[in-house]
């Protein structure tokens, strides 16, 4: 199972958006709609942003939003701020053999 | 409060064994499936391994087919991953992270193993 594709990195300035997009195939992304998005600060555990392509988990602010559109999910993070800046992984359900594909994530600068 | 903490992660040699433990604590651990999932030093995301919540499904990243073995004891709120074979390029933080339907909604922060000569 190959890994989902993101762009290496993504950049913005305070207030303003940046989206990040996760292609994958007909075997994963575009086969469900039980796309993921996760946090990662340096040195940290990875936090899940959005599940089921478009629900945030509660406590996750409603700047954070999810969609996907055939084989390509994407994450949207609106007014940017500064603890934005991290790395952010999507994930796929893949099946009952594979079970689970992470993208090969996305740096996010915030300029 | 959610916790999730792995331990037993350190330095191996190629070919050795570890056993990594994850102790779970603030929900019922008995009605979720876990997950173990690795990073590798500098690199993404990589799912491993997956356990039902009855322990009566399992399953496995074809890298660590065989060699690995997920289990749980339920009565002890606890995961467990047995890594056999090892390689240098199981190198990476272990993470083991709570199943919620079909993502991981709580990690824990992770314990590090290092196969090396």
């Known amino acids: 199972q190959s890994a989902l594709t993101q762009p290496p990195s993504a950049s913005g300035s305070p207030g303003q958006s940046v989206t990040i997009s996760c292609t994958g195939t007909s075997s994963d992304v575009g086969g469900y709609n039980y796309v993921s998005w996760y946090q990662q600060h340096p040195g940290k555990a990875p936090k899940l942003m959005i599940y089921e392509v478009s629900k945030r988990p509660s406590g996750v602010p409603d700047r954070f939003s999810g969609s996907k559109s055939g084989n390509t999910a994407s994450l949207t993070v609106s007014g940017l701020q500064a603890e934005d800046e991290a790395d952010y992984y999507c994930s796929s359900y893949a099946g009952s053999n594979n079970l689970r594909v992470f993208g090969t994530g996305t740096k996010v600068t915030v300029l | 409060q959610v916790q999730l903490v792995e331990s037993g992660g350190g330095l191996v040699k190629p070919g050795g064994s570890l056993r990594l433990s994850c102790a779970a604590s603030?929900?019922?651990?008995?009605?979720?499936?876990m997950s173990w999932i690795r990073q590798a030093p500098g690199k993404g995301l990589e799912w491993v391994s997956y356990?039902?919540?009855?322990?009566?499904?399992?399953n496995y990243a074809d890298s660590v087919k065989g060699r690995f073995t997920i289990s749980r004891d339920n009565a002890k709120n606890s995961l467990y991953l047995q890594m056999n074979s090892l390689r240098a390029e199981d190198t990476a933080v272990y993470y083991c992270?709570?199943?919620?339907?079909?993502?991981?909604?709580?990690w824990g922060q992770g314990t590090t193993v290092t196969v090396s000569s």
């Open positions: 356990i039902s919540s009855s322990s009566s499904y399992t």
């Open positions: 992270a709570r199943v919620s339907s079909l993502w991981e909604d709580v």
């Open positions: 603030g929900f019922t651990f008995s009605d979720y499936y």
